[in-house]
């Protein structure tokens, strides 16, 4: 009896362990993306490449708030408008990740609708107060640079799918 519960205890920390691991591979990798996309992640279209690894979401549900923090992040370290900024996207990550989550198991194409739609209805929300912007002009610009994102997700997913699944 006490072998069998030694042994799922450490299956349990192994499995424990794996998330962590796949959580930091991610935030980092969503920081360099970001890093390398910062001349146009934070223009007038913000095309926030990153914004794509919201859809792993889909594949590894526990990526939500990892990825909610990856967008604080990028806004604290790489050009955001200060603490509304900060904690709008991070507000925004998480929500964006959990319905790719969600959504991923209704229809895997269904991955890039978060995507686009979180981001540029929400983000809109603040900046217009931030920046004395027209909220309808924002959702435009930010709108339009989430297509490219939502797209990059899906193919992300439908990518990736099968062989991380076998991790």
Same mark, same amino acid.
């Given at each position: 009896?006490?072998?069998?519960?030694?042994?799922?205890?450490?299956?349990?920390?192994?499995?424990?362990?794996?998330?962590?691991? !796949?959580?930091? $591979?991610?935030?980092?990798?969503?920081?360099?993306?970001?890093?390398?996309?910062?001349?146009?992640?934070?223009?007038?279209?913000?095309?926030?490449?990153?914004?794509?690894?919201?859809?792993?979401?889909? !594949?590894?549900?526990?990526?939500?708030?990892?990825?909610?923090?990856?967008?604080?992040?990028?806004?604290?370290?790489?050009?955001?408008?200060?603490?509304?900024?900060?904690?709008?996207?991070?507000?925004?990550?998480? $929500?964006?990740?959990?319905?790719?989550?969600?959504?991923?198991?209704?229809?895997?194409?269904?991955?890039?609708?978060?995507?686009?739609?979180?981001?540029?209805?929400?983000?809109?929300?603040?900046?217009?107060?931030?920046?004395?912007?027209?909220?309808? $002009?924002?959702?435009?610009?930010?709108?339009?640079?989430?297509?490219?994102?939502? !797209?990059?997700?899906?193919?992300? $997913?439908?990518?990736?799918?099968?062989?991380?699944?076998?991790?």
């Amino acid at each position: 009896m006490q072998n069998k519960d030694a042994t799922a205890l450490n299956m349990e920390r192994s499995t424990m362990v794996k998330k962590l691991v !796949i959580s930091g $591979v991610v935030v980092a990798l969503y920081a360099v993306v970001m890093l390398m996309t910062q001349s146009f992640a934070f223009g007038q279209y913000q095309i926030r490449v990153a914004t794509s690894l919201y859809a792993l979401a889909g !594949i590894y549900p526990f990526l939500m708030v990892p990825l909610g923090v990856s967008n604080f992040l990028s806004n604290t370290i790489m050009g955001g408008l200060g603490p509304i900024d900060m904690i709008g996207g991070l507000v925004v990550g998480v $929500v964006t990740a959990g319905s790719c989550a969600y959504l991923k198991k209704i229809n895997v194409w269904l991955v890039g609708l978060p995507i686009l739609v979180f981001p540029t209805l929400l983000v809109p929300i603040w900046l217009s107060y931030l920046l004395g912007v027209p909220y309808l $002009v924002l959702v435009i610009s930010v709108g339009a640079g989430q297509i490219l994102p939502s !797209i990059l997700g899906v193919l992300i $997913v439908k990518y990736l799918e099968k062989p991380l699944s076998q991790i």
